[in-house]
């Protein structure tokens, strides 16, 4: 007897309510995620939404790209090579005022030990992975409604 096992990978929904993405339209999101998988499907839940979607994959590339970019929105996992997350936030904090950027952290790292880490260290948001579609959109939504 042959067993047969299926693999489903679920991708969020490629359209929210469409004047909550048309909002969006325009604004720009900086994805710094070492996992190729997440970041792939961060930038397509994005795209999906209205946003203009870079990424990068370390944090020290990514913050020469932040000077050039000058994004919106950053959206920072902890758990990067090279630079961790903080000390991606330490050295964005270093390039304000004139960096407009608010940062959400999307981190499989324990909330206990991490949140109140990373909103001190300027964070704006802390979501432990896996977190909803909904409450990042929201979440993006909200920053963009404060810089504009």
Do not use: Y
């Amino acid at each position: 007897m042959t067993q047969t096992t299926s693999n489903s990978l679920t991708l969020p929904s490629l359209r929210s309510q469409g004047a909550d993405s048309a909002r969006l339209g325009g604004a720009s999101v900086l994805v710094i995620e070492d996992d190729l998988d997440a970041r792939c499907g961060l930038q397509i839940l994005l795209r999906a939404n209205g946003l203009d979607v870079v990424s990068h994959g370390d944090g020290q590339n990514a913050i020469a790209m932040i000077q050039k970019v000058k994004p919106d929105v950053i959206i920072l996992d902890l758990g990067l090579p090279g630079l961790d997350g903080f000390e991606v936030l330490e050295r964005l904090e270093s390039l304000r005022p004139q960096l407009k950027a608010k940062v959400i952290v999307l981190s499989a790292w324990d909330v206990v030990q991490n949140k109140q880490r990373a909103l001190n260290s300027g964070a704006r948001f802390f979501f432990q992975k896996p977190t909803s579609e909904v409450d990042l959109m929201l979440a993006i939504r909200t920053i963009v409604e404060e810089l504009h």
